[in-house]
């Protein structure tokens, strides 16, 4: 699992993890520390902080199993991202309406990305 994938991760489900987990997770993928770093920081071990990152991710993996949420965010962006290019040849018409109604998709659209 890539680090963008463990981040979508945790922001739907970080919220569900351990003070330790979360801190863990946190000072490792956002604030880039090394394992020495934040064991030191936390003053545990560094295999204890190895420890908190495993038992994190495989409770988000998990939640995701069960939840699927991030692979409805995916799904939803990729949708977006497909109405938004279909947007782009509705407005080379030359019809008014068709531009119009371009726009409010694309409006629509750009708000479900929010």
Do not use: W
């Not at 545990?44 to 495993?54: A, E, F, I």
């Not at 495989?58 to 699927?68: D, F, I, P, Q, V």
């Not at 509705?90 to 708000?111: C, F, K, M, Y």
Request: charged content about 30%.
């Amino acid at each position: 699992m890539d680090a963008f994938e463990k981040t979508l991760l945790f922001d739907h489900y970080g919220e569900l993890l351990t003070q330790r987990q979360r801190l863990c997770f946190e000072m490792y993928f956002e604030q880039d520390l090394s394992l020495a770093e934040i064991a030191e920081e936390l003053s545990v071990s560094r295999q204890g902080v190895y420890d908190n990152l495993n038992r994190a991710e495989a409770a988000m993996r998990n939640m995701e199993e069960k939840l699927g949420c991030v692979r409805r965010t995916l799904r939803s962006r990729q949708a977006v991202s497909e109405i938004l290019k279909a947007v782009e040849s509705l407005r080379a018409s030359q019809d008014p309406r068709v531009q119009e109604l371009a726009e409010t998709i694309a409006v629509a659209a750009n708000g479900l990305e929010e």
